[in-house]
């Protein structure tokens, strides 16, 4: 009884303090009446991109979700994840970390969730609709998706922006023809507005999406601090391994070099997704945590995606 009466005055305090609106994503940026995006760039600005030096593993990394390895321990953590929208502090702390070695760019969470919930089973169920930890590594004209929940369902999406699929170009392949891969359009998370219905949000217009389209070679665990779907007891979260192999990578790194070289920089999304209930009803839309301001509910924005610098430096 005391713990659900603890978490119910922190959420009514949170949801009831002033200027904050968990529905503030969605309006932050309405349409304009001639049918264009209201904003003419985008919701993030400079000063909202979070900058962040990814060191070199000085060791093995096994991904088993525990991140007990000595690298992970010494390894710089984010600050507490934002709410994506408005950049306040979120309810529940969330950090993340990056490393990596000439095989493998390695990334970890560590997130405080109280009743660990994970329900989905079915990969590429949508898993954002429950509590998830996501990364979206942006290629330039392609970015990837991936989402976990707890229980170590994933959910994994490839993207060619439009503008950049042209016949005889480098995306002109069989892997990505279009009609022979059931692709899709896509506009972004906000792209359903009557005036944007077509041509999405994003000033840089549609993506191509592969449904299904995974990262060849991950490798991701997750490992839970508690008892997983059982709110009888506070957990105290669960957390997130993942190997990305350079060597498969190719579509993501264009022109760049794999591995990186010292001083390279690539944008990456870090962000979860929580559903959360106020007296036996869903917050909407889900609160959408991050490492740094979007402006909006939207995770498909390479923009607004956190910039990681890579160094050959080993973490100590």
Known sequence: MKKTTLLGVALALLLASPGKSWCQGAASAPPQADGKAAAAHYPCSESDIAHYTARRATGPIRVD????EPDWQKAEKSPRFVDMATGEPAIYGTRAAVLWDDQNLYIAFWIEEPFVQAKLTEKN????????AEVFIDGGDTYYEFETNARGTTYQMF????????????FDVPEFDVVKNNAMTFGGDYDRQAPTFWKGTNPRGLRWVYFGRGFPGLQSATHVDGTLNDNSDVDKGWTVELAFPWKDAKWLAGDRPLPPKEGDTWKIFFGRFELLRVAGAEVQPHPGWAWNRHGV???HLPQCWTAVQFSTRPVQ
């Open 297 to 299: 509910y939207d995770t």
């Open 125 to 132: 169920s949508l898993i954002f609709n429950e509590n998830d």
């Open 65 to 68: 979700g525990l991140l007990d």
């Open 159 to 170: 993207y060619i922006w439009r503008d950049a699929y042209k016949k005889g170009g480098r």
